[in-house]
């Protein structure tokens, strides 16, 4: 069974932290992607990945960054957390080939106080 | 960036009602695909076409992606109030796969 696992479910950190959202995927998928979710605006992309440190910005990279130091991890940092990036984070994976199915994993709700 | 406008954003039907909902975009996709995502869950995909002109069918749902590869459909017959949710198009472009998403339309199907 193919499994996308994000390291917490909910999550409050402080204006100002540095903060970590992982990412594991159990399916040796090439590609993984970081999305946020904000009601009315849809999954919009922050990063994705197409291969061991191998990375491509998306539509909304300011303030975020990412390591894929593993095939299997791959984790999005947020510098210095602000009340602005309060949102539920999606973490994706699929096959490198063309249409393909990506599978998410259940979310982190972030909230930034 | 490539956007896909998806509409109606909202719909609100009865049981046993028809429906079709869009999803366009001025960009060319290698392939286009819909999900479904319920409250407190990650999207499920539920097809992918790649084919300009294809027509995939699903039960009681009709996927068609369009003769330019830029725009879809997707056509329920007979909707069911498990049919609810989030339903979100997403297409993939460029040398690396990368797969974005539209807005999305939120159903409800009342009984």
């Known amino acids: 069974d193919v499994k996308v696992t994000q390291s917490s479910r909910y999550l409050v950190k402080r204006t100002g932290e540095k903060v970590f959202l992982e990412c594991v995927q159990d399916?040796?998928?090439?590609?993984m992607f970081w999305y946020r979710q904000d009601p009315g605006l849809g999954l919009r992309l922050i990063y994705f990945s197409y291969d061991v440190k191998m990375k491509e910005k998306g539509d909304i990279p300011e303030g975020y960054s990412v390591s894929r130091e593993k095939k299997e991890r791959f984790s999005l940092i947020l510098e210095s957390a602000s009340t602005n990036q309060t949102s539920m984070y999606l973490c994706a994976s699929k096959v490198g080939q063309f249409g393909t199915e990506a599978f998410f994993g259940q979310g982190t709700r972030l909230t930034v106080v | 960036t490539q956007l896909l406008e998806q509409s109606p954003q909202f719909l609100s039907i009865q049981e046993g009602e028809n429906l079709t909902v869009y999803c366009n975009s001025s960009?060319?996709?290698?392939?286009l695909q819909w999900y479904r995502q319920e409250p407190g869950e990650g999207p499920v995909l539920l097809v992918t076409?790649?084919?300009?002109?294809e027509v995939k069918k699903l039960k009681r749902l009709t996927f068609q992606f369009g003769d330019a590869r830029k725009d879809s459909s997707l056509h329920i017959t007979a909707a069911q109030p498990g049919d609810t949710g989030l339903y979100l198009c997403a297409g993939e472009s460029g040398a690396n796969s990368k797969l974005t998403f539209g807005k999305g339309i939120t159903l409800s199907v009342r009984p």
């Open positions: 960009s060319v996709f290698s392939s």
């Open positions: 076409v790649v084919t300009g002109g």
């Open positions: 399916m040796d998928h090439e590609n």
